[in-house]
């Protein structure tokens, strides 16, 4: 199978082909796994982390790509429930324990033991990959492939932090970054709400105009005072700046929910203008999202389809990975990216 894999951890600027196509034997399903033939990969910045070694995987070489979307090739031993030819998705989440005190409670996404695709096991930069039956989520009916690629991650990731941001009908939103989690929660919203009050924060003038296009209520700079203080701020960026000046947007009781898996180092002494009175007092909440549960990505996937939410996607060949993830890293696109795997 084709295949491109990570074999080594740098900067990007010092690895602007971080990597390598490759030519890999077919992965075989073990018990309770199933083989997926990938028709579609999403690109997150999750993999940029992986890459410049902010969040390493546990080995070299691996198969980045956590938003896989593909048809059932074959299953293993013991796997009920799903057949050949079914269209599922790969998520962030490739397994949890099941069993522990986080997982009983519903909170895989917390378990000690939970694995990630693509990080800690092959992912879907690939023509073929395997995951457990169990942690296949099937795709709706109504959703084509290039769509639901971002749901499984930058949507599902969003519909967790929209959750932990308490946020209700007549209560005001802003969004800090506004890439693919950050405009699929701006649809979320309005699709839920189309009176709902959000208001964005990006750095470059594309993204603004393209939140203004798709319902935002005021687009602004980093930098920028919102219109009126919000109840609650998502933040979707690899920076620090934005936590510091997202909390001098909040309200009284409002609340930051820090939507990032690691945070770039660049611009750290950005913590250093945090000040109490400005920033934090008045009982202002931070919280962070962590990973996400099989529920999340569903339930996720079935409000897009009862919404008819669609993400705006720019599509890469398999072979110009590479190029995706410069161009990820780089900023000012619109929406998602995705790699077409198949030919």
Same mark, same amino acid.
């Given at each position: 199978?084709?295949?491109?894999? +990570?074999?080594?951890?740098?900067?990007?600027?010092?690895?602007?082909?971080?990597?390598?196509?490759?030519?890999?034997?077919?992965?075989?399903?073990?018990?309770? =796994?199933?083989?997926?033939?990938?028709?579609?990969?999403?690109?997150?910045?999750?993999?940029?982390?992986?890459?410049?070694? /902010?969040?390493?995987?546990?080995?070299?070489?691996?198969?980045?790509?956590?938003?896989?979307?593909?048809?059932?090739?074959?299953?293993?031993?013991?796997?009920?429930?799903?057949?050949?030819?079914?269209?599922?998705?790969?998520?962030?989440?490739?397994?949890?324990?099941?069993?522990?005190?986080?997982?009983?409670?519903?909170?895989?996404?917390?378990?000690?033991?939970?694995?990630?695709?693509?990080?800690?096991?092959?992912?879907? $930069?690939?023509?073929?990959?395997?995951?457990?039956?169990?942690?296949?989520?099937?795709?709706?009916?109504?959703?084509?492939?290039?769509?639901?690629?971002?749901?499984?991650?930058?949507?599902?990731?969003?519909?967790?932090?929209?959750?932990?941001?308490?946020?209700?009908?007549?209560?005001? +939103?802003?969004?800090?970054?506004?890439?693919?989690?950050?405009?699929?929660?701006?649809?979320?919203?309005?699709?839920?709400?189309?009176?709902?009050?959000?208001?964005?924060?990006? /750095?470059?003038?594309?993204?603004?105009?393209?939140?203004?296009?798709?319902?935002?209520?005021?687009?602004?700079?980093?930098?920028?005072?919102?219109?009126?203080?919000?109840?609650?701020?998502?933040?979707?960026?690899?920076?620090?700046?934005?936590?510091?000046?997202?909390?001098?947007?909040?309200?009284?009781?409002?609340?930051?929910?820090?939507?990032?898996?690691?945070? =770039?180092?660049?611009?750290?002494?950005?913590?250093?203008?945090?000040? $109490?009175?400005?920033?934090?007092?008045?009982?202002?909440?931070?919280?962070?999202?962590?990973?996400?549960?099989?529920?999340?990505?569903?339930?996720?996937?079935?409000?897009?389809?009862?919404? /008819?939410?669609?993400?705006?996607? /720019?599509? $890469?060949?398999?072979? =110009?990975?590479?190029?995706?993830?410069?161009?990820?890293?780089?900023?000012?696109?619109?929406?998602? +990216?995705?790699?077409?795997?198949?030919?």
């Amino acid at each position: 199978m084709r295949a491109m894999t +990570l074999e080594r951890l740098a900067p990007l600027r010092d690895q602007p082909s971080p990597l390598r196509p490759v030519i890999l034997p077919d992965p075989v399903p073990a018990a309770g =796994e199933i083989l997926i033939r990938v028709g579609v990969c999403g690109i997150c910045h999750t993999e940029l982390d992986e890459v410049e070694g /902010r969040m390493p995987p546990p080995r070299l070489p691996v198969i980045p790509g956590h938003q896989a979307v593909g048809r059932v090739e074959a299953i293993g031993p013991g796997v009920a429930g799903v057949r050949p030819g079914d269209r599922v998705g790969a998520s962030w989440i490739h397994s949890a324990c099941g069993t522990c005190s986080s997982c009983r409670a519903g909170r895989e996404n917390l378990c000690p033991d939970f694995r990630a695709t693509g990080r800690d096991a092959d992912g879907g $930069y690939a023509e073929l990959m395997t995951i457990p039956a169990a942690f296949a989520i099937p795709i709706p009916e109504g959703i084509g492939d290039l769509e639901a690629a971002p749901l499984l991650c930058a949507g599902a990731i969003g519909w967790r932090s929209l959750q932990r941001s308490g946020h209700a009908p007549g209560k005001s +939103l802003g969004l800090t970054g506004f890439g693919a989690s950050a405009h699929l929660v701006l649809q979320t919203v309005l699709a839920a709400d189309p009176e709902a009050q959000v208001f964005v924060f990006a /750095r470059g003038e594309e993204q603004r105009r393209f939140a203004l296009s798709l319902g935002a209520a005021w687009a602004g700079d980093t930098l920028d005072s919102a219109p009126r203080p919000l109840d609650a701020v998502i933040d979707t960026t690899p920076a620090w700046t934005p936590v510091v000046e997202a909390l001098r947007n909040l309200a009284p009781g409002g609340r930051l929910v820090i939507n990032a898996i690691r945070k =770039e180092r660049g611009d750290q002494e950005a913590l250093l203008r945090l000040d $109490y009175p400005a920033h934090l007092w008045m009982e202002k909440e931070i919280t962070s999202v962590a990973n996400v549960t099989r529920a999340d990505v569903t339930e996720f996937l079935a409000f897009a389809g009862r919404a /008819r939410l669609r993400p705006v996607v /720019r599509v $890469y060949p398999l072979a =110009e990975a590479n190029r995706a993830l410069g161009d990820l890293k780089g900023g000012g696109h619109r929406g998602a +990216l995705v790699l077409r795997v198949a030919d």
